[in-house]
């Protein structure tokens, strides 16, 4: 298994602008020291098969979320608690996220 290499240094808030704005384009919220999505499926099948083809990814980052999967929703909570907010490794995980999501037709609520 290859290792992706993700910083994890706590960003200045003009550091975190762009990648924010980019992700709240996406459908990313930012809420107190973290980032959080919502995202919809099909059915209970495809919001457990995009948790566990996630898994696959966030294992070899090293980075884990908060989520929550309740029947065809899956509610994702990203940040980086050693360095107290968001970093780079959440505004990473959020796309690598979002990829997979598009991948089952996921809808962002």
């Not at 999967?69 to 899956?74: A, P």
């Not at 690598?96 to 962002?108: L, V």
Request: glycine residues 4%; proline residues 3%; positive net charge.
């Amino acid at each position: 298994m290859r290792a992706i290499r993700i910083t994890g240094i706590k960003m200045k808030k003009p550091d975190l602008k762009l990648p924010l704005a980019e992700l709240a384009r996406a459908g990313w919220k930012t809420s107190a020291k973290k980032i959080v999505k919502n995202y919809e499926f099909k059915g209970f099948e495809d919001a457990f098969a995009f948790m566990t083809r996630c898994a696959l990814d966030i294992e070899k980052v090293d980075h884990h979320p908060e989520w929550l999967n309740v029947y065809n929703k899956v509610n994702v909570e990203l940040s980086t608690h050693s360095a107290g907010g968001v970093t780079m490794k959440d505004v990473q995980l959020a796309k690598i996220m979002d990829k997979i999501a598009k991948q089952f037709s996921a809808k962002s609520k």
